[in-house]
């Protein structure tokens, strides 16, 4: 059974042969380069909890404001989930390292 949240309002359909096969509820808010709503669906003013799906975005915020990556794995590490294994935590603590933290 499919979960209606409140405050969803119908974005995308998934149609084959002609037939609704899936129907996607949510948010969406577009901005402007100031910053202002010119467009949006559902509830946009609510709180949400993006977790893993925001990693991407953080991993391009750090690059840009010169984080130096050159390792892919690296990169892998920043924009995604991980368990924090050891070879995870070595990488972290390699990062933090070249950046003069602890």
């Given amino acids: ?3 209606t949240y409140e405050g969803g309002a119908p974005l995308a359909e998934v149609v084959r042969s002609g037939f609704v096969e899936g129907a996607h509820r949510g948010s969406v808010v577009v901005l402007d380069a100031a910053g202002v709503a010119v ?3 559902g509830d946009v003013v609510s ?3 993006p977790r893993s799906a925001s990693k ?3 991993a391009i915020g750090m690059l840009r404001a010169g984080l130096a990556l050159s390792d892919p794995a690296d990169v892998a590490l920043v924009s995604a989930s991980h368990a924090g294994e050891e070879f995870h935590l070595a990488r972290v603590g390699a ?3 070249r950046a003069g933290l602890d």
């Fill in 1 to 3: 059974m499919t979960k």
């Fill in 39 to 41: 467009a949006s669906a």
């Fill in 47 to 49: 709180p949400i909890f």
């Fill in 95 to 97: 990062l933090l390292e």
């Fill in 56 to 58: 991407p975005m953080q």
